[in-house]
């Protein structure tokens, strides 16, 4: 359903999507991501870093437009260019991992080519080891399509759009598989919270060691009262406790890296 809002006001026009995806080494999931998106977008563009296993065969059999692009320690950049490589009015930013429900495309179908919005979020349904996270704050809203031109991300790792205009609501789900594995999930972390710790280091104003000091001890717990009480994370059994405990330990990586970076 469309969320009615000031500037959703009919506007006549011809309907056209982009999906830009970002991958690398990723060929156990792109297949189902691409194959979700065939038929219905009009263009379908990857953007890969340098994969060293089948990722580029997989894209390009699905008929998608292959860019081999160096990942430089920014995901918006990598967004950003994916989006410069598309023709179409509207650009729809995945990743490797997810699927594009029929919902989700009925409603752009419907929604799009007439309404006056830049930009639209819709929600995200995360899976951890296969189980729908419904509570625990990871059943939340993305913001990623929007008309080409009008919007840009910024950011390294949890990149942020930039909208320039009007945002409304699209209440239908991209499905998200992220981790087949802990191990997967430690590995990918890793990786990112090395990003996370210099993006720190280079933004924050006042770092300190109090606040690294603050951000090892009582913000890990406050996090874990957060997600597995207040967002109510025990609802999902055994799976809400080790979810909820895997993303305090990934805080606490991030801000040890930082202390470690700034410690001489």
């Not at 210099?198 to 770092?207: A, K, R, S, Y």
């Not at 000091?213 to 406790?241: A, R, S, V």
Request: proline share 2%; glycine share 8%.
């Amino acid at each position: 359903m469309f969320k009615q809002g000031e500037g959703a006001i009919a506007m006549p026009e011809k309907f056209s999507i982009a999906a830009v995806v970002l991958t690398r080494n990723s060929e156990k999931k792109l297949a189902a991501c691409l194959a979700s998106l065939k038929g219905w977008a009009d263009e379908i563009i990857v953007v890969d870093g340098n994969s060293t296993d089948n990722t580029k065969i997989i894209a390009q059999n699905s008929g998608a437009n292959v860019f081999q692009h160096v990942f430089l320690g920014s995901f918006a950049k990598e967004r950003n260019f994916g989006a410069d490589q598309a023709k179409s009015g509207w650009i729809l930013q995945l990743d490797c991992d997810e699927v594009v429900s029929s919902e989700f495309k009925e409603s752009c179908s419907r929604i799009l080519p007439e309404t006056r919005f830049c930009a639209f979020k819709f929600m995200r349904r995360n899976f951890f080891l296969g189980r729908f996270m419904r509570y625990g704050g990871w059943y939340h809203w993305s913001q990623h399509l929007y008309k080409k031109g009008l919007a840009h991300y910024e950011g390294r790792v949890h990149e942020k759009m930039i909208v320039n205009g009007n945002i409304g609501e699209i209440k239908a789900d991209i499905l998200h598989y992220p981790f087949d594995s802990i191990t997967e999930f430690v590995d990918r972390q890793n990786r990112y919270t090395n990003l996370q710790a210099q993006d720190i280091i280079d933004t924050e104003q006042d770092l300190n060691l109090k606040k690294v000091k603050y951000n090892l001890t009582w913000k890990p717990l406050k996090l874990f009262k957060k997600m597995y009480f207040n967002k109510k994370g025990y609802k999902e059994g055994i799976h809400g406790l080790v979810f909820s405990g895997l993303f305090v330990f990934v805080h606490f990586i991030k801000w040890a890296k930082v202390w470690e970076k700034i410690k001489e």
